[in-house]
């Protein structure tokens, strides 16, 4: 009877040893110490073709230049006062590749004629108006952030022949009009050329726009992924005017990055951006975007990858309930909290590289960390065994595609129609992204991609 009694309670003993769990201590791997993300950057280069219909550069014009635009109220000089105003909308149309200007005038003058005889001084004046029509023809100039035409006033034709009547006689007075244009045409040539200036300026719209999309930009909330650029300068080719089009080359030089997890603001200095004038241009854009991804979102994600999965090996099963990965020595160390058959954490590390045919990030040449293999040969030796580790590699790869898709998205929504402001029109194509490399810091993982594209911006209808 003693003797059933202890071969129950030794069958028992076992059954039990055999079916509770077992609690490991493995030795935590350092993590580096936690340094702010540095990476290395690659520039980014967008090339921008610019056309400009002369249409909009004469309606923006016509805004600028209203009313009296000359105006000369000395009589005693020349005998004569003059005052000029716009008349009538002005025109602005391509001569041979150069800027042709017409504008109506409207004229009013008062004019002082006789003579001195004997010391007494017998004049009599008159006012007049009359109508006429400046033709000014300019280059088109890209300098300095404007567009400049550099005009010259080429002829001044009047609807009549200035004159007045004396006597009932009509006497010309070309000869006190003509000396006054002289002036007349300077002041008019001045007009045209600062209004042509104001009405294009890209500085501030250039600057205002890049001010606004160097802020951080939430791309996609389920995925917390933040979208930034950061510009560096901007080159400008000369303009060249055909067909009633003005067209130049803008190429903005940039940083482009994509962040999981808000990045941090950067002060935008307007007086960094420098504009440099060269003859050519990339004739696409190259973009090269980062997409940084820190640990502890890696993390999250690689987590529920393990959701519902169990690892078994005969009666022996685990499950992860966790995960975490840090950078160490050039790797990242992945630590699993286990319970199941072995209750503890243990800690694999691998290279990450990246699976073009699958868009995954896996961890190539992963293993148990030295300390981890010795315990788990020693305590757990069916889960050191290379067809569990195999499994659990399978879970660990990360799958970065969203941020790709994102980052493609992104860019392809400024190049299908995009339109910063009326009458400005942007449109484009991107090649598929490629992943160039992929680095490793102390808080994160960081992914190069690159593409490549054509993108063209037209003003139209700009008001």
């Avoid at 001084?121 to 007049?128: A, I, K, Q, S």
């Avoid at 006429?132 to 890209?142: R, S």
């Avoid at 600057?207 to 650029?229: G, M, R």
């Avoid at 199941?340 to 995954?360: A, H, M, R």
């Amino acid at each position: 009877m003693k003797f059933t009694v202890l071969l129950v309670f030794i069958i028992a003993f076992i059954v039990v040893s055999c079916g509770s769990s077992k609690k490991i201590e493995t030795l935590k791997p350092v993590a580096d110490l936690a340094n702010p993300i540095m990476y290395d950057k690659e520039i980014s280069y967008l090339n921008i073709p610019v056309s400009i219909k002369l249409k909009d550069l004469a309606y923006q014009t016509n805004t600028i230049l209203k009313g009296l635009i000359y105006e000369d109220a000395i009589l005693e000089d020349d005998n004569l006062m003059i005052k000029v105003w716009k008349q009538a909308p002005i025109e602005i149309t391509d001569d041979k590749g150069k800027i042709k200007v017409v504008l109506p005038l409207k004229v009013w003058l008062k004019v002082r004629y006789g003579s001195n005889v004997f010391g007494m001084d017998l004049y009599d004046t008159r006012e007049l108006n009359f109508n006429g029509v400046a033709t000014l023809i300019g280059e088109a100039k890209f300098t300095n952030w404007q567009l400049s035409a550099k005009s010259n006033v080429q002829s001044v034709v009047w609807k009549e022949s200035p004159s007045i009547t004396i006597a009932g006689k009509s006497v010309p007075i070309t000869y006190l009009v003509n000396p006054a244009m002289n002036y007349f045409k300077s002041t008019i040539e001045q007009k045209i050329d600062a209004a042509i200036v104001k009405s294009l300026n890209f500085q501030d719209n250039v600057l205002d726009a890049l001010e606004e999309i160097t802020k951080p930009v939430c791309v996609n909330e389920s995925y917390d992924t933040w979208f930034k650029l950061k510009p560096i300068s901007i080159n400008a080719t000369e303009a060249i005017l055909k067909q009633d089009v003005v067209s130049m080359n803008l190429e903005l030089a940039c940083f482009m990055e994509t962040f999981i997890g808000k990045p941090f603001e950067d002060t935008f200095n307007r007086d960094e951006i420098q504009l440099k004038q060269v003859s050519k241009t990339k004739d696409q854009f190259l973009a090269s975007l980062i997409v940084v991804s820190p640990y502890l979102k890696a993390s999250e994600i690689i987590t529920k990858n393990f959701h519902g999965q169990e690892f078994t090996s005969g009666s022996k099963k685990i499950t992860v309930e966790k995960v975490n990965l840090w950078h160490k020595n050039g790797k990242v160390v992945i630590a699993l909290t286990m319970k199941g058959s072995l209750n503890g954490t243990i800690y694999l590390s691998g290279i990450p590289k990246y699976n073009i045919d699958e868009e995954l990030i896996y961890f190539d040449d992963l293993k148990y960390v030295l300390e981890t293999k010795s315990t788990l040969m020693k305590t757990a030796n069916w889960l050191a065994q290379g067809i569990i580790l195999k499994k659990i590699a399978t879970y660990t790869k990360y799958s970065i595609k969203p941020e790709l898709e994102v980052a493609k998205t992104q860019m392809e929504y400024y190049l299908k129609n995009y339109s910063p402001a009326k009458g400005i029109v942007i449109n484009g194509n991107l090649a598929p992204i490629v992943i160039k490399n992929i680095q490793l810091t102390d808080q994160a993982l960081v992914a190069t991609i690159s593409t490549t594209g054509k993108v063209a911006l037209k003003i139209d209808g700009l008001q």
